[in-house]
């Protein structure tokens, strides 16, 4: 059994992009963010923003994230990036992003995420919820 | 009478700085916005979390903003940006922003803002409210 | 005579918004600058990354740039926005931006900038040129 | 024998900050960036800007980064970022970075970089160099 894949194409812009000519490495944690969120609209059918409504939760935080650089992405490059589920626990879960450039693959990222609600005691902390099986059935491919 | 003036020192980081190793222009709303705070702290005494609740407002949105480039800022660069709100209206106001590299003018900015509470007939929209007589009387120095 | 129109569609990013829900400001004017580069490139067809070398410019540094917030834009918001040149002038020109919401105006949005090239005597230094005559016919429709 | 810490403080600013009301988390990448570079004027006593010239290098471009999300950071929390190389290598190098929120540890990052060249035949490229034996002296303490 595999974990569902979502692939995303998208253009480097220069307002990505350092003194060095390359994207600046905190925006592609921006864009393994957006892998994520458009991952489980693709995995679940359910839009990012309606998320915490229909499965009662306060979203999917992100409790580390970490990327391995391995080849430059440059203004004006169209880069593809995967996202998948590489692994589901009983309420977190990681989600492992590869961004190709030119078909090669310039970055891999890793997401740990939870599955959470707010704690009825005190709303300001989250707490962690078991991921529901039908949430799971979905990104069985 | 003049406005009260805030002034606010950083550097120029690399991740502000695009291809052709200057600030890239987003950059500089996202300073005049750090401005705006720290001068409504510095003229009120109140964090800028704080503000909402301290007034009864929702917050200072922002309903127009611009910007003139007269000068590069670059990675490295000691600035300076000072805020002053220019002209208070009834209900609404304009800061003025000036970000110097090694003293001279840079960048001008302006950003027009309400003084806003959530609509209670309907709290996905903002209404606009008087500004308090006791807020203006802070900003006159 | 008309100016070419491009229009170019995307979805607001969770990392877009601030805590009020909406697109933080400056995020705008990096997808203004998103827009225009989008606009050479469809009216010029040439690749943003590649605009210096075909056109013997070091690039279109911005000058000026405003932003006019009518409506807010929110995480999951299917967005279009349209750019094209409002006025060429010798060697400056203008670009109005419009972002719509779900078809409704949400932010105009204008730019001024200018074809540039390196001072020869003091290449720290930019110094604008006469916009090439075929640059200007590309953009009539 | 340990090695140089440096201790950065800033305010959490309203754009560093998602819909959740807690700093999103690219910018904490960012803020890495930020300490690496403090760091190492701090122990070398050379401007970021001049680091290339200095020692003869194209960078200390970055290969690997992580972090552990532990606690949220919120508009207005007074942060302090500690930063230190938790290892030295031939040619490359850990950055430790912690961020506390009023004292209280709230994300743990890790950089790997490299100290490099250009590639003399390919200036596309980088090369690693070994570290300097008087750029490591500089970092004991």
């Known amino acids: 059994m595999t974990s569902f894949l979502n692939r995303r194409q998208f253009t480097i812009e220069w ?35 309606e998320l915490g409504a229909v499965y009662g939760i306060m979203g999917i935080p992100l409790v580390d994230a970490g990327a391995r650089f391995i080849a430059p992405a440059r203004f004006g490059d169209a880069v593809e990036l995967t996202s998948r589920v590489s692994e589901f626990r009983r309420s977190s879960f990681d989600v492992a992003h590869q961004l190709f450039v030119h078909g090669a693959l310039a970055v891999e990222g890793k997401e740990t995420r939870v599955w959470a609600t707010r704690d009825a005691a005190d709303p300001s902390k989250i707490k962690s919820q078991p991921i529901p099986s039908d949430v799971l059935a979905r990104f069985e491919v």
């Open 15 to 49: 307002g990505h992009c350092d003194p060095a000519g390359i994207v600046f490495n905190s925006r592609f944690f921006e864009f393994f963010d957006w892998g994520t969120w458009t991952l489980f609209e693709a995995a679940l059918g359910v839009k990012p923003h």
